[in-house]
Nanobody, 121 residues
Framework: QVQLVESGGGLVQAGGSLRLSCAAS????????MGWYRQAPGKQRELVAT???????NYADSVEGRFTISRDNAKNAVYLQMDSLKPEDTGVHYC???????????????WGQGTQVTVSS
């Protein structure tokens, strides 16, 4: 089994910063893309940012220039530095990883349990 555990969410005022962390553990042979998604109340889950093994990043337009995604391949970890937070950034933030559990296995999507980020105006 593979587990993704997030930490770092919380309540912050608009303009503030938070740093989310996520570590993958379990039966892992290789991890490809890692990333963060979020879901606001009453809305669908949406992409925030992704990062590949070689460090190529992709951001949603709404967070470009404010958020920075990074990863530590040796620790199977991904991070999201969120600066200049806005109330519209509020939502449950989910860690994502594209994982192959064995050398002969197929690639599968894995998700964390989510961490709440609330930005007050």
């Amino acid at each position: 089994q593979v587990q993704l555990v997030e930490s770092g969410g919380g309540l912050v005022q608009a303009g503030g910063s938070l740093r989310l962390s996520c570590a993958a553990s379990g039966s892992i042979f290789s991890i490809s893309t890692m990333g963060w998604y979020r879901q606001a109340p009453g809305k669908q889950r949406e992409l925030v940012a992704t990062i590949t093994t070689d460090g190529t990043t992709n951001y949603a337009d709404s967070v470009e220039g404010r958020f920075t995604i990074s990863r530590d391949n040796a620790k199977n970890a991904v991070y999201l530095q969120m600066d200049s937070l806005k109330p519209e950034d509020t939502g449950v933030h989910y860690c994502y990883a594209y994982v192959r559990r064995w050398s002969w296995g197929t690639w599968q999507d894995y998700w964390g349990q989510g961490t709440q980020v609330t930005v007050s105006s």
